[in-house]
């Protein structure tokens, strides 16, 4: 499975969760907390060598020292979650060397994950009349 692969399993599960989460009318540290400790499972699982960095966890400073270092972000948009609106998401993304590589994002509300694999196409649009 490739990394990118991985970020986007890892996000829609997590999000997939957070759903669950949310019709139990939970509040966001709740989702926060378990999304959290869903996304460094799977990543200590499929990735034991790799820091991690999540918005949700204590720092562990040995990231600095490793080449490949996952940045997650459980539930971007907290609040948003517990007034139950669309605009919340998942984060999972990787660095390597400090270079962004690969990464995903999930909308589950809106029923949507983008990956840096498979990113979508969107047309271009002129902003005016002649002009790019």
């Known amino acids: 499975m490739t990394d990118a ?3 986007r399993d890892i996000a829609a599960e997590a999000g997939a969760l957070l759903l669950r989460i949310q ?5 966001g540290d709740r989702g926060d907390r ?6 460094l499972a799977r990543l200590r699982d499929a990735r034991p060598e790799d820091a991690i960095l999540s918005e949700e966890s204590a720092d562990d400073l040995a990231r600095l020292e490793r080449s490949r270092v ?7 948009g907290t609040r948003e979650f517990a007034e139950r609106r669309d605009d919340w998401a998942v984060h999972v993304a990787l660095a390597v ?7 995903a994002v999930a909308l589950p509300k809106l029923g949507v994950t983008l990956s840096s694999d498979a990113p979508p196409r969107f047309p271009l649009r002129r ?3 002649g002009c790019w």
């Not at 996952?70 to 971007?76: A, G, N, Y």
């Open 34 to 39: 378990e999304a959290n400790a869903l996304i």
């Open 23 to 27: 019709s139990d009318c939970a509040g």
């Open 5 to 7: 692969e991985l970020a």
């Open 97 to 103: 060397d400090g270079r962004a590589e690969s990464g």
């Open 70 to 76: 996952w940045i997650v972000d459980p539930l971007d």
């Open 127 to 129: 902003r005016h009349p």
